[in-house]
């Protein structure tokens, strides 16, 4: 029997932990093998590595989730369907990504992600919306994206407006 707190944490560890086990394999193969297996092992701790970084960083960013609606990221867009209606932006339309905190701290939806577009209204998604994770996915492709930003806002006491990812602006010369 695990405690449902102990639960929770490990489930949302859990892809560090892969990522520890695939690049310990990965060390083991480096320090035991030759040839082939040397050039797979160092791939390994290379994707092992990998997977720890993105796993720290979504466990760093609470997703509670059961909270209003349900986010979905597919085919380069995120839509999100929410109790009165729902609205979609494309990936490639994105200006601007805020995370939104009301200093709430448990009174319903805390954290509000903004995602801004060309000449469309912003997307606004609760921070505890089912597949509010699958959000990072989304950010992923999008270059420069600060989540360090991200994570304040997680942990943010009063009402802020944290900037996520800008796009960049082309200057004449």
Same mark, same amino acid.
């Given at each position: 029997?695990?405690?449902?707190?102990?639960?929770?944490?490990?489930?949302?560890?859990? =892809?560090?932990?892969? #990522? $520890? /086990?695939?690049?310990?394999?990965?060390?083991?193969?480096?320090? %035991?093998?030759?040839?082939?297996?040397?050039?797979?092992?160092?791939?390994?701790?290379?994707?092992?590595?990998?997977?720890?970084?993105? #796993?720290?960083?979504?466990?760093?960013?609470?997703?509670?989730?059961?909270?209003?609606?349900?986010?979905?990221?597919?085919?380069? &867009?995120? %839509?999100?369907? #929410?109790?009165?209606?729902?609205?979609?932006?494309?990936?490639?339309?994105?200006?601007?990504?805020? $995370? =939104?905190?009301?200093? &709430?701290?448990?009174?319903?939806?805390?954290?509000?992600?903004?995602?801004?577009?060309?000449?469309?209204?912003?997307?606004?998604?609760?921070?505890?919306?089912?597949?509010?994770?699958?959000?990072?996915?989304?950010?992923? /492709?999008?270059?420069?994206?600060?989540? &360090?930003?991200?994570?304040?806002?997680?942990?943010?006491?009063?009402?802020? $407006?944290?900037?996520?990812?800008?796009?960049?602006?082309?200057?004449?010369?």
């Amino acid at each position: 029997m695990i405690r449902p707190e102990a639960r929770v944490f490990l489930w949302r560890w859990r =892809e560090v932990a892969v #990522g $520890v /086990a695939v690049s310990a394999l990965g060390l083991y193969w480096a320090m %035991t093998t030759f040839g082939f297996l040397l050039y797979v092992s160092f791939a390994l701790i290379l994707g092992g590595l990998a997977i720890i970084v993105i #796993g720290i960083r979504r466990a760093r960013f609470p997703a509670r989730g059961g909270g209003a609606g349900l986010v979905e990221v597919d085919e380069r &867009q995120i %839509t999100y369907f #929410g109790p009165t209606g729902g609205a979609a932006i494309s990936i490639d339309a994105l200006v601007r990504v805020e $995370v =939104e905190t009301t200093g &709430q701290n448990g009174a319903g939806a805390d954290l509000w992600w903004v995602f801004y577009g060309n000449g469309t209204a912003p997307l606004r998604v609760p921070g505890n919306a089912e597949g509010v994770a699958s959000l990072f996915d989304a950010l992923a /492709a999008l270059p420069g994206v600060n989540y &360090q930003a991200a994570t304040a806002a997680a942990t943010a006491a009063g009402p802020n $407006v944290f900037a996520i990812w800008s796009k960049e602006r082309r200057r004449l010369h």
